[in-house]
């Protein structure tokens, strides 16, 4: 991490006693090395959010594909209109068949043929 060889930690250590003083030598060490766990957890946490706000960010973009994908292909509407075409040329359908029977009824003086069987059918 700092590049530090046996010699500069021996000048550290004796720099370190000469200031602190023996005494307190070991509290000062226990400090710096809560100092130092604190940076790196500080460290660690805003990495870590830096990742999840990249994941988040990458959800949120499959979220808005997925989202178009579904609107481009969006099943319902082509549903919905294939019933409709399917309604109208039933309708259409219906109104030919009504017609044609009107006609027939009209060509056959009120009396409706049954073409299956033959017979007639009188109104009452």
């Known amino acids: 991490m700092f590049?530090?060889?046996?010699?500069?930690?021996?000048?550290?250590?004796?720099?370190?006693?000469?200031?602190?003083g023996p005494q307190d030598l070991p509290k000062v060490a226990r400090w710096i090395a809560r100092v130092l766990r604190s940076i790196r957890n500080v460290i660690n946490e805003f990495s870590s959010t830096m990742n999840i706000e990249e994941e988040l960010k990458e959800v949120?973009?499959?979220?808005?594909?997925?989202?178009?994908?579904?609107?481009?292909?969006?099943p319902v509407a082509e549903v919905t209109e294939e019933l409709q075409k399917l309604k109208q040329a039933t309708q259409a359908d219906l109104k030919i068949l009504t017609d044609l029977k009107s006609g027939l009824l009209d060509s056959s003086g009120g009396q409706d043929k049954n073409p299956i069987s033959g017979s007639e059918k009188k109104e009452t």
Do not use: P, T
Not at 3 to 20: H, K, Q, R, T
Not at 60 to 74: D, M, P, T, Y
């Open 3 to 20: 590049n530090i060889g046996i010699v500069e930690l021996v000048i550290l250590f004796a720099a370190a006693v000469v200031v602190v």
């Open 60 to 74: 949120k973009e499959a979220g808005n594909l997925l989202k178009e994908s579904v609107r481009e292909i969006n």
